[in-house]
C-alpha cells in the first residue's frame, strides 16, 4: 500500500512494508467467516483480536474454541500451541493444532491467488487505508462466495506460510484457559 498521509510510521508492519494487518477465521472448507480489515500493520494480532466483537461473542464460552499462534494470549476460548512440549502428548496436540491452522494458510493463500492485488507479486494497492481495507472484506467475500460456487480449484494452492508472527503473548493466560488446554492435551495421551 501507499505510505498513508498520517501516522505512516504506525503502517509499517513487523517486515518493513505499509500495510493493514488483517485478522480472520476460516472454517474447514477455506470460508472465511470473519474478517477484521482495518488496523495499521503495526498493530500486534492480540490487540485486534482483544478488541474485536468476536472475542465478546466467545467470551462466555458455550460456542467453541478457536486456534491462535503463539502471537495471542491463551484464553478459554482461544487455544494456543504449547510452548516448549514436553511430553508425547504436548507434542501431538501441537501437531494437531498446526495442521488445524493450516487451513488458515490455505485460505489466504486461495485468496491471494484468485485476487493478486492482494499478494506482494501483484503489486501494491495505491489507495487509502480505509479504501485497502474494503478491497480485502470485498476479496474475502467474493472468495466464499467463489468457494461455494465451485468456482476455484482449491487443489492447485501456493501455501504462502506467513506464520513466522512467533511472538510471546503479551499476557500470561489464566487458570481456566491453562486447564481447558490441558484437558485437551490428554487426549492425546
Not at 476455484?152 to 488446554?181: F, G, K, S, T, Y
Request: charged share 25%; with cysteine.
Amino acid at each position: 500500500m501507499l505510505a498513508p498521509r498520517e501516522r505512516e510510521d504506525i503502517y509499517v508492519c513487523r517486515k518493513g512494508y505499509h500495510s493493514i494487518n488483517v485478522q480472520a477465521v476460516v472454517d474447514a472448507n477455506m470460508t472465511f467467516t470473519n474478517i477484521v480489515a482495518k488496523w495499521p500493520g503495526s498493530t500486534h494480532d492480540s490487540v485486534i483480536f482483544d478488541n474485536c466483537s468476536l472475542k465478546d461473542w466467545l467470551v462466555d464460552g458455550s460456542k467453541g474454541w478457536l486456534l491462535g499462534d503463539s502471537g495471542y494470549g491463551l484464553k478459554p476460548y482461544l487455544l494456543t500451541p504449547k510452548l516448549n512440549p514436553m511430553i508425547r502428548a504436548e507434542i501431538a496436540f501441537n501437531l494437531a493444532h498446526s495442521r488445524s491452522r493450516m487451513v488458515v494458510e490455505r485460505a489466504f493463500g486461495l485468496l491471494k491467488s484468485r485476487f493478486r492485488c492482494l499478494h506482494k507479486t501483484g503489486g501494491y494497492l495505491q489507495f487509502s487505508p480505509q479504501k485497502i481495507a474494503l478491497v480485502v472484506t470485498v476479496c474475502a467475500k467474493l472468495h466464499n462466495l467463489c468457494l461455494s460456487d465451485g468456482f476455484l480449484d482449491i487443489d492447485d494452492i501456493d501455501v504462502e506460510d506467513d506464520d513466522d508472527n512467533v511472538q510471546l503473548p503479551l499476557e500470561n493466560p489464566d487458570l481456566n484457559a491453562l486447564h481447558a488446554r490441558a484437558l485437551l492435551i490428554e487426549r492425546f495421551h
